[in-house]
């Protein structure tokens, strides 16, 4: 078995059935501030819209706000959907983060919506095209570059992003986007926590399609992340009963049913189960040993170079614990 790879947290500020939009974004901050004692390497906050039971929607105001409460650990974005937005002002805001926070932001950029196709019309700037996508990714490494121009912009420049070399990734959960990251020469970060099927095929073309030879190639091999569904608990059953949330959250989500995160059952009476099986295939679920077995199988089996935790629960104290309890067995 090789070195522990470093944890990261993805948080897209669950909220909890009778919990108000502020109490859930209040406790992510003060979760932040706990991880970051604890010893993880980055704190994510994702982009999803019209989603009751989901509060990270304006990811830089969250990334500013966590970057402000911790000390140590990286905050970025898991992330930010590029069609949602202009990719000069995306440079402007994540520039201005990095000169507040120097040395600690990230930009994960995304093709996907990150949301229905209704709320997408309304929200939408650019297309997900995947040469688009890849154009804007060069300007805007060409803005944080020392240079703060894109040579195919070259009488544009952001000025606050100018020299931050903020480091870009490409988020996926298909080809295409393994494709697109290892053919820019940037780290990859696939999302193993709702799409895990081939994820091995995909970071295995991740990895033979990498160039760092090309103008957007920010470094020399390829670096992979992946995330991975994490509850930890005293005993295998408590984690079980816990996960329970999660599980309704994706039946709810493929059911058409809009709700809030539910409090856990036992797994036994939770009807339709099966639903979020497919989805929900890349997990951690049990007491600290169990837990670190199977993130370390998981590990080795998809040779990724750093593991990105998503945990939700219905009481912000249980995830507080799963996270104590995994740092002690993994750190």
């Known amino acids: 078995m090789r070195k522990h790879v470093p944890l990261s947290v993805l948080d897209l500020v669950g909220i909890s059935k009778g919990q108000t939009v502020k109490e859930a974004i209040d ?28 509060a990270a929607v304006a990811t830089p105001l969250l990334i500013g706000r966590a970057a402000s409460l911790t000390k140590n650990i990286r905050v970025g974005s898991g992330g930010i959907m590029l069609p949602n937005h202009a990719h000069f002002r995306v440079a402007e805001e994540f520039g201005t983060l990095a000169q507040m926070y120097p040395n600690r932001i990230d930009l994960g950029l995304g093709r996907a919506p990150g949301t229905d196709g209704m709320t997408a019309q309304l929200i939408t700037r650019t297309s997900g095209d995947a040469q688009e996508f890849a154009n804007n990714i060069y300007d805007m490494i060409g803005w944080f570059s020392e240079d703060g121009v894109s040579s195919r912009i070259p009488n544009v420049t952001t000025g606050v992003a100018t020299n931050t070399n903020v480091p870009i990734w490409v988020l996926g959960s298909s080809m295409n986007g393994a494709h697109i990251a290892g053919q820019l020469g940037l780290p990859y970060s696939i999302a193993t926590h709702f799409m895990p099927d081939d994820y091995e095929e995909k970071l295995a073309f991740y990895r033979s399609s990498f160039d760092s030879t090309g103008p957007t190639a920010t470094i020399d091999t390829p670096y992979s992340m992946a995330a991975i569904n994490v509850v930890v608990a005293p005993t295998d059953e408590e984690a079980e009963r816990i996960f329970t949330s999660t599980e309704k959250m994706f039946i709810n989500l493929y059911s058409g049913e809009r709700n809030y995160i539910e409090a856990p059952v036992d797994p036994t009476e939770l009807p339709n189960r099966h639903l979020a099986d497919s989805a929900l295939k890349v997990k951690a679920v049990g007491s600290p040993e169990t837990v670190r077995k199977q993130l370390e199988a998981f590990a080795e089996k998809s040779k990724v170079d750093e593991l990105m935790i998503v945990t939700y629960a219905y009481h912000p104290e249980d995830r507080k614990r799963s996270m104590e309890l995994l740092a002690d067995v993994w750190f």
Do not use: P, V
Not at 31 to 47: S, T
């Open 27 to 54: 406790t992510s901050m003060e979760h932040a501030q706990f991880i970051d004692e604890l010893g993880f390497k980055r704190l994510w906050y994702a982009e999803h819209h019209n989603a009751i039971s989901l």
